[in-house]
C-alpha cells in the first residue's frame, strides 16, 4: 500500500490498484463508486453503497463534498482507495445532522467502478 499527501491534507491510500487503463480526470462526465463512509473519531459507518451499479455522480462538478472531487481524481477503473477527508473539505463547520457531527474528518473505502 502507498499513502499519499496531498497539500490540501487529504490523505489517500491506495489499497488496489486500477487494473484498466481508463483513468479519472476532472473533465470526466460520470463515474460509478462503491463506497464505505465511516466517521473518523469513532469509526462509525454512516454511510454505504456497495452492491448494485453504484453511486454515480460527475466528478468535479460539486454534486459530492469536495474532497472527493479531489481525493478520486487519478484513479483507474477497479482501484480501490482509503481516503481521510478534513473537515473543511467535508460537511465542515455545519455538519450533516443528525448523522455527521460539525468539524467531522471521514474516512471512506472508495471502489472506482466505471467512467461515462
Not at 14 to 32: A, C, D, L, W, Y
Not at 41 to 50: A, G
Not at 52 to 60: A, D, E, R, S
Not at 109 to 116: I, M, W
Given at each position: ?7 490540501n ?31 473518523k ?10 452492491k ?9 462538478r ?17 482501484g ?28 471512506f ?8
Open positions: 500500500m502507498s499513502a499519499v499527501t496531498r497539500s491534507k487529504i490523505r489517500n491510500e491506495v489499497i488496489q490498484k486500477g487494473v484498466r487503463v481508463q483513468e479519472v480526470h476532472q473533465m470526466v462526465e460520470e463515474i460509478s463508486v462503491y463506497y464505505t463512509g465511516r466517521l473519531q469513532n469509526n462509525k459507518q454512516f454511510d454505504s453503497v456497495t448494485g451499479p453504484g453511486f454515480k455522480f460527475k466528478l468535479g460539486n454534486e459530492v463534498i469536495r474532497g472527493w472531487d479531489i481525493a478520486l481524481a487519478g484513479m483507474k477503473v477497479g480501490k482507495r482509503k481516503v481521510v477527508i478534513p473537515p473543511p473539505l467535508a460537511y465542515g463547520t455545519k455538519g450533516s445532522p443528525p448523522v455527521i457531527p460539525p468539524n467531522s474528518a471521514l474516512v473505502e472508495v471502489e472506482l467502478l466505471s467512467l461515462n
